[in-house]
């Protein structure tokens, strides 16, 4: 079974190749004892003195270029490189039967997480496709994905103006800092109802917002916040 060449034999035997071809080109003439005549009996025409085209020396690294190519397609086997891990999230069923069950909201602003805190601004835009939604950041430890999620918006006088519960259940990523997360969870808002006529008419006012995570195998937290609605 004949040994698969490494690549430094590869790249020897090219350089080998090259210099045979280069030591056949400028091999000297053998030398002569005729006694040598003076230019002036015999000039000689710069046509009859060896020389190297200019393009010899590109010519010849080309030529050992090539060896190396050819020399590693017949000796060598592919080799697969991942620069990056490959993860398929979306098949995954994280689970973390260590610690409480824990939710928390948030956003993200300029790709950095911040979490809500109690009367911090809920922000409610327009859709790309239509509609008003809020799109809170939704982060679980120990619980599984997938899980359900639940989320309502209700006014300080009780009128619900959003509420959403998805099925089938979210899958949710795995940060870098631990936690499983949704970076925009969709959370409708009614664009009219019994207190306003246009979305606009609900900036300012005070609500709360009450999400609730639950896996397949009933680990489950709430979180729930008083928050002020406004434009994002």
Not at 63 to 83: F, H, S
Not at 88 to 103: I, T
Not at 184 to 197: I, K, N, R, S
């Amino acid at each position: 079974m004949n040994e698969i060449p490494t690549w430094k034999q590869l790249v020897h035997r090219a350089h080998a190749l090259a210099a045979l071809g280069n030591g056949r080109t400028n091999a000297l003439p053998p030398v002569s004892h005729t006694p040598r005549r003076s230019r002036a009996e015999h000039p000689t025409s710069p046509a009859s003195e060896p020389h190297n085209p200019p393009f010899l020396g590109t010519f010849r690294k080309f030529t050992a270029c090539v060896l190396i190519l050819v020399l590693g397609a017949l000796g060598c086997e592919p080799v697969e490189v991942y620069v990056d891990p490959i993860h398929d999230y979306q098949d995954s069923h994280w689970d973390f039967p260590a610690g409480e069950p824990e939710v928390t909201i948030g956003f993200y602003s300029e790709q950095l997480y911040a979490p809500l805190g109690e009367d911090s601004p809920l922000y409610i835009t327009q859709g790309f496709q239509g509609g008003t939604w809020s799109m809170p950041a939704v982060r679980t430890r120990g619980i599984a994905s997938p899980a359900q999620v639940a989320c309502d918006v209700m006014l300080a006088d009780g009128t619900l103006v959003g509420t959403t519960d998805l099925d089938p259940p979210t899958s949710f990523q795995l940060t870098t800092d631990g936690w499983l997360e949704v970076q925009a969870y969709p959370v409708p808002v009614q664009e009219t109802g019994p207190t306003h006529d246009a979305p606009h008419e609900l900036f300012g006012l005070a609500a709360e917002l009450n999400c609730t995570v639950t896996d397949g195998v009933g680990r489950s937290d709430t979180i729930t916040l008083p928050v002020f609605l406004e434009q994002g």
